[in-house]
């Protein structure tokens, strides 16, 4: 791949990971705190885990980058918690996307980088789709500029 294909790919990846701090900035302990109905993972854990399943494949692809980041353990982050851990395993995400494009395979996943990438992409918005219902449900949904801004990619 070009590098500079691969660079913009490596963009819209860091773009996406803002995506994440930009909602948690609209996010209050309350909305943090919130379950869907009748169950489940609260609006914290679902961030939780989206760090956590990056540190899932940065340990099997790239445990160098693997090795500083924190297990997020428990529903009970603070959103600058959240924010912190989640930008510093988007960091580690972007270096192994670069490691991986210049390799052109990424450890233990198939077919591609840019595959990699995209099941990354659509995992962790599936979830920010379920964040999204859970706040709706429980009458916190943050106000329309901050939800039509998750879609301003141009100026994340």
Known sequence: MPAQESAQQVETWNIHNRIHAFLLDALDAESLAAIPQPKGRSVAAQFAHVHNVRKMWL??????????????????WSA???????????????????????QGKVKGFKPHPSAFLGYLISHESHHRGQILQTLKQNGRLPPKKVLFGLWEWGVR
């Open 59 to 76: 340990a099997q692809a790239a445990p160098d980058l693997d090795a500083p980041l924190l297990k997020l353990e428990g529903p009970d």
């Open 80 to 102: 600058d918690d959240l924010k912190t851990h989640l930008a510093a395993s988007g960091e580690a995400i972007a270096a192994l996307l670069v490691r991986a494009f210049e």
